[in-house]
């Protein structure tokens, strides 16, 4: 039932492209669901390498085909749905220009 749900959550979220979300996220896209029940399945998720936590309430999906162990999201999109509907700034990593 719980590796039904995992995989649930993430169709959810991945069909609609949103590679990181929320606890509040999933409790809301699953209501009838006890939300300590949600916060474990999410835990057992990133035990199994399914997502990486970004932090405390923040989720990426990791890729199917990545090794969990050595995977990092995009910076760029972690800072997206982490400013979630705020404006922002990135500097100077973004700025970082490698000459070989």
Request: charged share 20%.
């Amino acid at each position: 039932m719980s590796s039904q749900l995992s995989w649930s959550i993430i169709k959810q979220f991945s069909s609609r492209n949103m590679f990181g979300f929320t606890f509040q996220d999933v409790a809301r896209e699953f209501p009838q669901k006890n939300r300590v029940h949600l916060a474990r399945i999410l835990a057992d998720m990133v035990d199994k390498g399914m997502l990486c936590k970004i932090t405390r309430d923040n989720y990426h999906i990791i890729p199917y085909n990545a090794d969990p162990e050595t995977y990092v999201p995009d910076g760029y999109q972690v800072a997206k749905y982490i400013m979630r509907n705020k404006e922002y700034y990135i500097g100077y990593a973004s700025a970082y220009i490698t000459i070989s």
